[in-house]
């Protein structure tokens, strides 16, 4: 195996392998070393050790989005993950990240992004292409509650963000959960303070970030403690 840094690609489509190949042979000082065409090729690849950093998509037969991230983190730990797709919900380059992706891009990207950025992952850093840089900062910015929210928030805290975000009133809440309205502001303001947000619009990004909005057929307020 070659000095240089090692590098995976796995598309599945082999028109783009070859031009990414070409690509990063021609303008990074890195060696490509095997390719696949799906996440779970990928994952039977045998080297004598792990590549340096994976190339993948994340839109393939198979494993799809942050589930291809994880697994191919799993399978090769002493590799760093750059994911090039055509997906750029924030959502799903947030959950991304999470999962153990370096680098983050967009096939739409200049081609002359991806030597840099895989220079950049290389060096330790992490990598959103420019166009997607704000997510980089919310990913980080607010990286704890999207971990953990339990840590914040108690289980009733949790179901009074639940009740706001999906529209009710103080008095509604209260009525549904057969406490005060007194007691419902006071767990309002503790959620507000806990989660650093102001106002009811941020309270329902909060709940939507963190995943307290739930399906309403599949939970209902419990009758426990104040």
């Known amino acids: 195996m070659s000095d240089l840094p090692a590098v995976m690609l796995v598309d599945d489509h082999a028109v783009v392998r070859a031009g990414i190949r070409m690509l990063l042979e021609s303008q990074a000082d890195v060696s490509v070393v095997a390719e696949a065409s799906s996440a779970e090729e990928a994952l039977e690849v045998r080297l004598d050790r792990d590549p340096d950093v994976i190339v993948t998509d994340l839109s393939m037969g198979g494993l799809r989005g942050a ?3 994880e697994a191919l983190v799993e399978r090769f730990p002493d590799s760093v ?6 997906v750029d919900s924030p959502a799903d380059v947030r ?3 999470d999962a153990g992706a370096k680098g983050y891009m967009l096939k739409g990207a200049a081609a002359s992004e991806l030597p840099d950025a895989i220079g950049r992952i290389l060096r330790g850093e992490l990598y959103v292409q420019p166009a997607l840089g704000a997510l980089l900062a919310g990913h980080a910015s607010k990286h704890a509650i999207h971990a953990d929210p339990t840590t914040a928030l108690t289980p009733r805290e949790r179901e009074v963000l639940r009740l706001l975000a999906a529209g009710h009133t103080n008095p509604e809440i209260a009525a549904l959960l057969f406490l005060s309205p007194r007691t419902i502001e006071s767990h309002r303001a503790n959620i507000l303070r806990k989660l650093g947000v102001r106002s009811r619009a941020d309270l329902v990004r909060a ?6 909005v739930e399906d309403q057929d599949d939970q209902q307020p419990s009758d426990g403690d104040e």
């Open 207 to 212: 709940a939507a970030e963190i995943g307290s």
């Open 67 to 69: 589930s291809v991230v």
């Open 95 to 97: 959950r991304t990240m």
């Open 81 to 86: 993950v750059m994911v090039l797709s055509m």
